[in-house]
């Protein structure tokens, strides 16, 4: 059974710095992409980043290039995203996918104060 656990959502000021991290198991880690989505109020579930099974491969939204970073560890079945200089507009509910499992978290909160 596919399990995700994201942890690393918090309140932070403009400008901060948060890391999401996404426990993953149940499943072959180390042979599946994974992806970031979120979810503001109101709005569709975006994507937000990408990364394939080695991390040769990232893809990323253009509202968060240059300020967020999407990292794997395959020895410990873990998904990060580094999220820099923290907009307002980045707030939202983040959730960790396998997209060839369709498999979801249940999500962590970030909320980012002006």
């Known amino acids: 059974q596919v399990q995700l656990v994201e942890s690393g959502g918090d309140l932070v000021q403009s400008g901060g710095s948060l890391r999401l991290s996404c426990a993953a198991s149940g499943f072959t880690f180390s042979t599946y992409g994974m992806s970031w989505y979120r979810q503001a109020p109101g709005k569709e579930r975006e994507l937000v980043a990408y990364i394939s099974e080695f991390g040769r491969t990232t893809r990323y939204a253009d509202s968060v290039k240059g300020r967020f970073t999407i990292s794997r560890e395959n020895a410990k079945n873990t998904v990060y995203l580094q999220m820099n200089n923290l907009k307002p507009e980045d707030t939202a509910v983040y959730y960790c996918?396998?997209?060839?499992?369709?498999?979801w978290g249940q999500g962590t909160q970030v909320t980012v104060s002006s």
């Open positions: 996918c396998v997209p060839r499992r369709d498999s």
